[in-house]
C-alpha cells in the first residue's frame, strides 16, 4: 500500500503536531527517558488523529520521519532503534542524543 501523500490532509496534521510545541517538547522527553522521540509524539497523534493515525498507510513512518527531521534541526543525532512502549501505534522508533555527546 502506497504510504501517505505530502498534499494528504494527515500527513498535514502530523508534520503541524510534530512540529508543534508540544511536539517538540514530546519528543524531548522521551528522549530524556531514553525512549524512541517518535514515542513521545505518538500520544499527541492518536489524540489528535484516532483511527487515521496508522501503520496501514505509513502513518507512523510518515510521523518517523518527520520526528527525525525535528530532531536533526534541533541539534541531535540518531543513537539507536528501540521499541516504543505499549500503546503506541508506532512499533520502533530512533532513539536520540546530542551532537557530540
Request: glycine share 12%.
Amino acid at each position: 500500500m502506497p504510504g501517505l501523500r505530502l498534499s494528504d490532509p494527515v500527513y498535514l496534521r502530523i508534520k503541524e503536531i510534530v512540529n508543534s510545541p508540544e511536539g517538540r517538547e514530546a519528543a524531548l522527553g522521551a528522549t530524556a527517558n531514553g525512549e524512541p522521540a517518535l514515542a513521545g509524539v505518538d500520544v499527541l497523534l492518536r489524540k489528535a488523529l484516532g483511527p487515521q493515525y496508522t501503520k496501514n498507510d505509513l502513518g507512523t513512518a510518515s510521523a518517523g520521519d518527520l520526528v527525525a527531521k525535528l530532531m536533526r534541526e534541533l541539534g541531535y543525532q540518531e543513537s539507536k532503534t528501540a521499541r516504543c512502549p505499549p500503546g503506541c501505534v508506532a512499533r520502533t522508533g530512533l532513539t536520540w542524543k546530542p551532537k557530540g555527546g
